[in-house]
């Protein structure tokens, strides 16, 4: 693997922020922005997949799967669990 060197200039609380975090997590601060950098590419590359997955989307199709799927009522563990704040 290739290293870019890259000077980077952060606000000082939030250097100061990702160094105590970093630390408490056993890794250095370089490590730390890495990891979050990639975690925030990984975030917005999903999202654009999904967006441009949904675009080419057909909801006819989509209904139609869902008629052929069965009627049965859900077996015992099939069901979601009630979430907090849900009136259902």
Do not use: C, W
Not at 7 to 14: I, T
Not at 43 to 61: C, M, N, P, S, V
Not at 82 to 88: H, L, T, V
């Amino acid at each position: 693997m290739t290293k870019a060197n890259y000077a980077l200039r952060l606000q000082p609380s939030l250097k100061n922020a990702a160094e105590r975090v970093a630390s408490a997590e056993g890794t250095s601060l370089n490590q730390f922005i890495n990891v979050a950098v990639a975690e925030k590419l990984s975030a917005l590359e999903t999202e654009e997949f999904f967006r441009k997955r949904a675009a080419r989307g057909d909801r006819k199709t989509f209904l139609a799967f869902l008629d052929a799927a069965g009627h049965e009522p859900p077996e015992d563990g099939d069901v979601f669990a009630p979430q907090p704040g849900n009136k259902e």
